[in-house]
């Protein structure tokens, strides 16, 4: 049957090659939509999936392909990690140098640092709960 198909396919088009099949046209998943959507995820990427589809009036499942195979994304959990800024270390190399410049060595052993806490008024940090889209999990 392979060789009498492939036969009958070179007598019909003049060539070996299978035909690409035709789909149906996507009517959801336009390139306009895609763009909305990158627009939006580059403005606030902790929008979960079901909100998005629900602002652009599409289901569920087409946002996810839209987010997994139209713009290669994947969904990360929220990471705290410990670290600085470099406004933080120019701030805290500057504060180090007043320091040495007021006072001499002997005044800075006597000299007690504490450790302080803030109170914060926001809600506790739950990363089962948040969530981000990006195409790497470093962005």
Same mark, same amino acid.
């Given at each position: 049957?392979?060789?009498?198909?492939?036969? !009958?396919?070179?007598?019909?088009?003049?060539?070996?090659?299978?035909?690409?099949? !035709?789909?149906?046209?996507? *009517?959801?998943?336009?390139?306009?939509? +895609?763009?909305?959507?990158?627009?939006?995820?580059?403005?606030?990427?902790?929008?979960?999936?079901?909100?998005?589809?629900?602002?652009?009036?599409?289901?569920?499942?087409?946002?996810?392909? +839209?987010?997994?195979?139209?713009?290669?994304? !994947? !969904?990360?959990?929220?990471?705290?990690? %410990?670290? +600085?800024?470099?406004?933080?270390?120019?701030?805290?190399?500057?504060? *180090?140098?007043?320091?040495?410049?007021?006072?001499?060595?002997?005044?800075?052993?006597?000299?007690?640092?504490?450790?302080?806490?803030?109170?914060?008024?926001?809600?506790?940090?739950?990363?089962?709960?948040? %969530?981000? %889209?990006?195409?790497? +999990?470093?962005?």
């Amino acid at each position: 049957m392979l060789v009498y198909r492939t036969y !009958t396919r070179y007598v019909e088009t003049g060539d070996v090659k299978i035909k690409k099949k !035709t789909r149906r046209p996507c *009517t959801v998943r336009t390139p306009k939509l +895609i763009k909305k959507v990158r627009e939006s995820l580059q403005r606030n990427c902790a929008r979960s999936c079901r909100k998005l589809a629900k602002i652009y009036g599409v289901s569920r499942r087409k946002m996810q392909r +839209i987010l997994k195979d139209d713009l290669r994304m !994947t !969904t990360d959990k929220k990471r705290k990690i %410990h670290g +600085i800024t470099d406004a933080q270390r120019k701030k805290r190399y500057e504060r *180090t140098r007043l320091l040495q410049r007021r006072y001499s060595l002997e005044d800075v052993k006597n000299i007690i640092f504490s450790d302080e806490k803030l109170f914060v008024l926001e809600d506790g940090f739950n990363p089962q709960n948040d %969530h981000l %889209h990006a195409t790497k +999990i470093e962005n």
